[in-house]
Structures are given as C-alpha cells and as structure tokens.
C-alpha cells in the first residue's frame, strides 16, 4: 500500500440540493476557504482544507445535484469532476428528514468503486419528527461506513472525521451494492463492462459505474475514445431504449428508487414519522390565497429598505471619509512635491478607484446578511413558487424576481445575489437584465436633472417615466435574449420546497464575510482599471484643463457628436455620460467640470432643452452599466462573451431608445 | 386501470390527487422528476395553488414537496384518484367519497347543512345537468348543488369492493 502521509488527500462532498452541504462545508473547513469557478462556467466552485491526524485534507464542494446523469450544468460539473479527475474518498451528505429523496445519488455513488463514507445530517431535526435511523443496517447495504450528524449543532462530527480518518487509512473499495433493473439493461451492462476491460482503459472508478456513465450519456464520444466501444454502447442504448420505451436514465433512476424505497423501509423499521407541522403552519400563512402575496411584497419592503436604507448612507459615509482624507493627503509635503499630473493620478485616479470599491462593501455585507437569512430560513422557495407566474414568460424563475427587484437599490450585490439562482440560464439572463434597473445611484443624476429643467410638479412625472422605461426594458430585452437563447435554454422549473428552518449566525456569518472578500479579490482590480481608464481619458493629454474639449475624451465626444445629434446630445454631455462610467451618481459632478461655470443650472438650461434633457436621462439610465457592475458582471459570469453582451446591449438600447424618443418628438413638433 | 388519462388544468386544486403512469414527453423535466424519486406509480397530493395560479406545489408518497407548473403535470400520464366534482371527470352511477372542502367557515356550514361533509358517500346521476343533482348514498336522498358549490367539493373515487360494502 502506497504511504500518504504528506500527501494531501482529496475529499469531495456530493450531496443532492438542500441537504445542509454548505453547512457542513463551513463546519468541516472554518475559514480556510477559496472560492472561483468551475472551468468555463458559471457556476461557483469551492475548496477548503483541514487535516485528519497527518493527513492534510483538500475538501471540494461539489455543486448539488439529484444524479449523475445532469440535467442542470451544475450536475454536468459533478458527471465531468467524478469522470475526468475521481477523488481519493467520496463523502455523501443525506437529509435524515428525508433518506428516501438522498439515496438516489447515494446509491449511484456508491457503484463507482471510489471509497466512500456517508454522513446522515439534520439528525436533530429528524429525531424531532421521529425519526431514528439504523446506521448500522444502512452500512451493511450499501457497503460504507456510516455517521449520524448535524453540521447546524455539530452534533457528531468527531465521529464523521473518525470514520474519514479510517478510510484514508485503509482505503477500501466500495463493496459494490447491487441493483437490480430490467434484464435487457442488466445484459447492456454486463456488455458494456466487458468491452471497457477488454479496451484497457486504465481508471480508478469501477468498470460497471463506467458502463452505466455511457449508457446514460446522449453521446458516449466525448468519455471514450475507442470506437469500437462508443459503437457498442450507442447499439445497445437503442436497443434498451426502443424495447423500454423510456430513456435509460429514466429507467435507472426507476430501479434505483425502487432499492431506495425498501432501504428506508429497513433503517426506518417503519417507525411512524411525524409531520414538520411549523413548515404546514408557517406555509400556511406565506404561501395563503390572499394574504401570500402582500406579505411577499411587505418581506421585499423590509429587505429593501434593509438593505438599501442602512446601506447607502454607510455607503456614502464611507464615499466622503474617502473623499476628505484624500483632500487631507494633498496638503502633504511630500505629495504637493509631486508633479501636477502624477498628483491628480494618485487622487483622481488610483485613490477614487479605491473609494468606489471599498464604499461598496456596507451595501455587499448587508446584502448577503439579508439574503442569507431569507435563503437559509426557506423563504427564498416560497418567494420563488408566489411569484413564478409573472416571471416564467421570460423563462425566469420567481428567484430571479428577488434579484431584478434588488437592481433597484444597487445593481453591484443584485449582480453577485444571481449565484442564488437555480439555473445557468436563469443567471445569465438575469445577469444581463438588472443593469436595466434603476438604481440608486441613476436616481441621484434623475432627481438633480429634473428638478434642474422641470417644474416641481413636473418633475415626478419624469422620474416615473423613467421608472416605466426601466421596467419597460428589463422585460423587452428579456424577451429578446430569451429569444436569442443566450444562456441555453430555460431548465424545467422543478423545485423543492425545503422545510422552513433557523439560519445560523454562523453560516450568515460566514457567508457574508466570504462574499466581501471575494468582492475584493475578483471585481477590486477591473473595478480600479476602470476608473484609471476614466481618469486616462478626462486627463490626457497633460497639457490642457481636466475634463475639458480638449481632454481625449472631449475629443471623443466631439467625434462621437454625429452619433449622438440625432438624440438630442451635446458632446459635453457625452463627456458626462464617459465619466459615469465610474459611477453613474458622477455623471452630475462631470458635468459641472465640463461646462465649468459657478452656476452650472443656469449653463444647463440656456444650452439644453428640457426634452433634450429627457433624452439625455433615458440614455442615462439604459446605456452600459457602471464599471463596478460590469466587473460583477464578469467575476459571475467569467465569460468574456457575457460581459461584453452586458457593454453593448446597454449601450444599443439606450441609443434607439434615445433616438425614437427624440424624433418622435421633433416630428410631433415639440422641442 | 386506465391509462393516457391526462389531468385536466381544472382538476388542479387543492385536495386533488392522481397516479403517476409515465413522466409525460419532455424528456428533461421527466428525467428531473425521476431523479427526484417521483416515477410512474407516484401518487401526486396537489396542496396548493400559487395565488397567481399557474404554479403548483404537490407532495408525492415519500414525503418530498416539489413545486412545479402546471402544463408539466397536465403533460404527464396521471390518472385522477380525487378531483373536484365540477372538474367533468365524474362518472356517472360511480359512488364517490368527499376528501376535502375548500372554501371558508361560511361555505362548511351551508354544505354541512344539506348534508356533505368530508367523508360523505354520493352518488351522481346526470353530470350535464344544472344545478348539480346529487344523491346522499347513505341518507338515500337527492340534493342540488350550484356551480359554485360543486367545484368546491374534492371527491375521491372509491374502490368497488369498498363501495358494495
């Protein structure tokens, strides 16, 4: 036997969704964790480390999925992690509230051959309802050890790290459990099986878990390279498929149910099990005909105003003590000994990065605070199920509702709160919508414009037309992406509706301070880029005043003038609209840099027409998102296609709009 | 047994109940539900409507709730265990017993005072006829119900050796 000591041992923890798995993560790890994504999508991937006596351990938290044969891309990225690169020790997390449910995966598993130890968690809530399973009966089945825990109270852990710590040692194979399934696929199997050992295949995973692989997979090529096999496999698919008039995957989970159901039957001993009578009564109430939805929509007020009531003022707070010190800082020696430009770059440029991304950290850590508790509770599957209906013809989940809602106060932790939802497509869609609302920030700019070139009665109207155009283009262009199938196809809308349960402090805990670090590490340096780009643009070339016409960007604008005549814009206002860029609140403030004067209302006015203005705010709040957003954009996402598609779609949008509105007017001859 | 029974969108209240014989044509949402354990031969519980409708929330024999749309449950081959009685899937001269009532403390009492309540056996005899023209089996007398009294009321068939006793 090979000595691993030293060697890093790596454990994954598979689970089917809902079973406590980041709980148990966070017990197992504590904080040290690193998060990125799966390769080339978009989906979360997280590592942690701990160690079990000299062995150093690496634990992969695999995405939830129901089976191996995906459906969802996060089961694609759990069928590709136990093909291409199977762990030294699975360690399979089941919902003692419901075993029969958790067993399908289980059961899969447990053919691949890899060592495996199962762990049952929720056992407090489970004993509450009843429930006693035989650990010792479930490990003479399936052939692994078994442990009873509960990563919430950390009620047998010690035991689950025993168990880890004796496979590692002695890193037995699986004790195949067999499952019994039609003859016609029992013989495909056998076939199968025959034909890989005879390929020579050279693979840790047990020759009939491979053989059931293919046999699920649509298309064998992609795990196999002889051909011969691939023939073999594709043949005998058809024949199991066209005699069972059901697709193999189907059929498999049929017969792996069916064990599940008489495993239960035998760990239970029948025991009778009581309801979860608080989630009956808890649904009861959130999910009512009538009372449902107002308590939705006041639970939303709360988290919004949660959110973005305590947020932003910090947020600003935190923007001006920036600010003040930045001010301080350029009364130094030292730096007033520097030259001009190189002063104006640290405190324009590199220091105002600085401000915006460390000023986003009170509304991010709110966010998730927030979130995690509606999410951990339970709430987050009964928001999704009430407001379905309205979300499914953009072939969204009501999850997603929550998500564009939350655009409206800032659309950086909107962006980041997508990972929530359930599906790629469902991400990426959403991803895509939410710089369409208006958010707080474009609110600053609409209320200085219009009260600057509308009456006080007037100017509300505007805001809410505003607001409409807003809601107008979240649903157009979701219509139109959804048509253009970025993101795939929409996933069947098949949810579970978890019981209702405490959040932790611990895991909101954990959570919160993950997600701001990651703020950090993944969108910090795009964040800064960009304003330095910005600061490039309104500085250069060095001779001339900063943000002036004759600033690079000026030279832009006047280029651009041709573009943006036909809406009713003035190049200094696409000056304005460059410096937003860093953040749309500071489209005001480059404004009064450009037109440069003490009284910058009475400049505005005599220049811009109040329609013009409005064509102005339209543009505004639909053209290419913040760079903070776009940098969300892309550490989700990590797809440069995406984060692009975000750019121009914005950028297009707002152009035909501004355009439509603009001439629409002057042929109707106001102006 | 009847099979290629098709659950109509009407039959999907609250109460309702049918038996899964296959997972319907879209091959991911039915490979989704069987990877959930709910294969032929599930008995689907519908508990609730969502209050837009459209949505459904169900629970299946091993305890798992799911919520899922409704075309995906009319899609499958579900054969009807209980239904509304107003839902055109009563047969004639069948016995039925009532399982649920839906509707408030006001509408329990006006049906409990013609004589249903949940276990009640009736019997229906013209299903085309308005008002509903219904027969108490154990009291041997006949009842009229309103349209809206009868969409109400979750039947469930009962099994022939059951009904003879």
Redesign the interface.
């Given at each position: 036997m090979n000595n691993l000591k030293a060697e890093p041992v790596t454990v994954a923890l598979a689970a089917i969704p809902n079973s406590g798995k980041t709980t148990l993560f966070n017990r197992l790890t504590g904080s040290s964790q690193t998060t990125g994504n799966w390769p080339g999508v978009s989906v979360e991937q997280k590592k942690g480390s701990f160690t079990l006596g000299e062995f150093p351990i690496t634990l992969i938290d695999l995405p939830g999925a129901?089976?191996l044969?995906p459906?969802t891309e996060e089961e694609r990225v759990v069928r590709d992690y136990f093909l291409r690169t199977p762990p030294t020790i699975i360690l399979n997390l089941l919902d003692a509230r419901?075993l029969?449910?958790s067993l399908?995966l289980t059961l899969q598993l447990a053919l691949s051959g890899l060592p495996m130890v199962v762990a049952v968690n929720m056992m407090d809530e489970a004993r509450q309802q009843g429930i006693e399973p035989d650990f010792h009966v479930l490990a003479q089945h399936l052939g692994v050890p078994v442990v009873g825990i509960s990563a919430k109270t950390g009620e047998g852990i010690p035991d689950l790290k025993k168990s880890l710590y004796g496979v590692i040692q002695h890193p037995e194979k699986t004790r195949t459990a067999h499952i019994s399934c039609p003859p016609l696929l029992e013989k495909a199997f056998a076939q199968v099986t025959e034909a890989i050992n005879q390929s020579g295949i050279t693979t840790r995973l047990n020759p009939t878990f491979l053989a059931m692989r293919l046999l699920e997979e649509d298309d064998p090529r992609p795990w196999i390279k002889d051909n011969q096999t691939a023939a073999l496999v594709r043949d005998w698919r058809n024949r199991v498929e066209s005699s069972l008039k059901t697709?193999i995957?189907?059929v498999c989970?049929?017969c792996r149910?069916n064990a599940?159901?008489g495993l239960?039957m035998e760990t239970l001993k029948e025991q009778p099990?009581l309801e979860d009578r608080l989630s009956k009564k808890l649904?009861h109430i959130f999910?009512?005909?009538?009372f449902?939805?107002p308590i939705f929509f006041l639970l939303m007020f709360i988290l919004f105003q949660g959110i973005y009531g305590l947020g932003s003022p910090l947020q600003n707070l935190l923007a001006a003590g920036f600010d003040s010190l930045g001010s301080r800082m350029a009364s130094w020696p030292v730096y007033l000994a520097l030259p001009t430009l190189l002063q104006s770059f640290l405190l324009d440029g590199l220091w105002q990065g600085m401000s915006v991304v460390i000023s986003f950290f009170p509304l991010i850590a709110l966010f998730f605070l927030f979130m995690s508790i509606i999410e951990d509770s339970g709430y987050m599957?009964r928001a999704?199920?009430?407001?379905?209906?309205?979300m499914?013809h953009l072939g969204l989940d009501g999850k997603a509702f929550i998500s564009l809602l939350l655009g409206y106060g800032c659309n950086v932790p909107a962006i980041m709160g997508t990972r929530i939802l359930s599906s790629t497509y469902g991400r990426t869609l959403t991803m895509l919508l939410i710089p369409f609302t208006l958010c707080t920030a474009r609110l600053q700019v609409f209320v200085f414009l219009a009260a600057m070139f509308f009456s006080a009665t007037t100017a509300p109207w505007v805001i809410l037309l505003l607001y409409i155009c807003s809601f107008a283009a979240v649903l157009a262009m979701g219509l139109l992406l959804k048509s253009f199938h970025i993101g795939g196809d929409p996933?069947?809308?098949?949810?579970?509706?978890p019981p209702y349960r405490m959040p932790t402090l611990r895991s909101i805990g954990l959570r919160t301070w993950y997600e701001m670090k990651d703020f950090l590490f993944r969108a910090a340096t795009l964040i800064v880029a960009g304003v330095l780009t910005v600061w490039l643009l309104t500085h250069m070339p060095p001779d001339v005043a900063a943000g002036s016409g004759a600033t690079w960007a000026g030279q832009l604008g006047r280029m651009l003038a041709p573009v943006f005549q036909p809406l009713g814009i003035d190049w200094q206002e696409t000056v304005a609209l460059i410096f937003g860029f860093i953040a749309k609140e500071i489209v005001v403030g480059g404004l009064a840099v450009i037109y440069g004067g003490t009284d910058l209302t009475l400049q505005m006015t005599s220049h811009i027409s109040p329609l013009q203005s409005v064509s102005f705010m339209l543009f505004c709040l639909l053209y290419t998102p913040c760079v903070a957003t776009i940098a969300a954009i892309w550490s989700e996402s990590r797809s440069v296609r995406i984060t692009l598609l975000a750019l121009v779609s914005g950028l297009a949008l707002a152009w035909v709009t501004g355009f439509l509105f603009y001439q629409s007017v002057l042929l109707l001859g106001l102006r | 047994m009847t099979t290629g029974q098709h659950i109509p969108v009407s039959a999907l209240q609250p109460g309702s109940e049918c038996i899964i014989h296959s997972l319907g044509s879209d091959e991911k949402t039915a490979r989704r539900l069987a990877q959930m354990g709910i294969l032929p031969g599930t008995h689907l519980h519908i508990i609730r409507v969502a209050p837009l409708g459209g949505t459904i929330e169900a629970a299946a024999d091993q305890g798992q709730n799911v919520a899922l749309r409704r075309e995906e449950v009319t899609a499958m081959d579900c054969e009807p265990v209980a239904i509304p009685l107003d839902s055109g899937l009563i047969a004639v001269d069948r016995p039925y017993k009532v399982r649920m009532l839906l509707g408030g403390k006001t509408f329990r009492r006006r049906i409990q005072e013609k004589g249903i309540e949940e276990g009640t056996r009736i019997l229906i005899q013209n299903s085309q006829a308005r008002p509903f023209p219904i027969r108490l089996v154990d009291r041997n007398t006949e009842i009229n119900l309103g349209r809206g009294e009868a969409e109400k009321i979750i039947v469930e068939v009962i099994d022939d050796e059951q009904s003879e006793s």
């Open positions: 129901y089976a044969s459906v419901n029969y449910r399908g697709s995957p189907i989970a049929g149910f599940a159901r239960v099990v649904d999910l009512h005909r009538l449902g939805l599957a999704a199920f009430l407001m379905d209906r309205i499914h996933e069947p809308f098949i949810m579970e509706m | -």
